[in-house]
């Protein structure tokens, strides 16, 4: 079974087990420090174009997902300001979610081994009565809506595989001294098929949101230009450059990572921004 990213003991959440954890939120996310690239959802899009290229990787089941380019090294990226804290303006999602995520079963998994818990400082996640705290209702209302999205960012990137708008997106630049960056395995959305999409097809994907999407994917790729220049003045050597970025691992856990016996806690879903 796949870990999920981040999560060093992935453990479902339990009423009785966890009744006194308390849970810091933290600016920290020096967690992220050994990744390259991050998973999006649609909705995202347009706030991390600002600040990263979004593009999108196949998996091997031939299905494609977006994700932000933070980087051309192989190991890491350069977002991390003093104590960890992001220094572009967007986190992404799947970055702030941590150290929590939902099974696809709808219950709410937790690192046990992050350093936002304790049961000294903090906020609890239960209240005196077993109920979920405040804290908690807040939590998975966020876990809940980023799963909705990365529900509709999957019918939308099938949707964009059924017009075949994905092209591969190669890149060749200078970055070292010796031999050029080839970047491979990353797709884009073809804006000239994209132009010409099916009429029956323009409104719907106009209501959904999904050519707002596209056109802001699209937008987004202008930002490779200053990871480059910001790379390039980073001097990095030979060895920390890339040639693959490589498909991340599924957002969503497909199974719980710790079902025993004990009774999770299940989400409900409530709209509240990613």
Known sequence: MATLLFYKKPALLNRELHKTLRFKASSDYSFTEHINSVP????EFFEAS???????????K????????????????RQLGESGSWTDTYVPAFVRRYPFALTDDGNVCLDEEAPHFSHKEGELLFNEEGNNSETLTAIVNFLNHYDQQYKNTRAFCAACKEQALF???????????????????????????LTVLPEDKVSGWF????LAWSYAHLHSLGALNRLVKRQRQESPSEEEITDEIKPLEQPVKKTAPDANKT????????????
Do not use: C, Y
Not at 50 to 60: N, Q
């Open 40 to 43: 999006l959802t649609g909705i």
């Open 50 to 60: 600002r600040d990263m290229p979004v593009l999108f990787s196949k998996d091997e």
């Open 62 to 77: 031939g299905d494609f997902l977006p994700l932000a380019l933070l980087s051309l090294l192989k190991d890491g990226h």
């Open 167 to 193: 092209t591969p997106f190669n890149l060749q630049v200078m970055l070292g001294k010796k031999k050029p960056l080839r970047l491979e395995g990353l797709f884009a959305i073809d804006e000239k098929k």
């Open 207 to 210: 209501r959904s949101g999904w």
């Open 263 to 274: 009774e999770g806690v299940s989400s409900q879903l409530e709209e509240e921004p990613v």
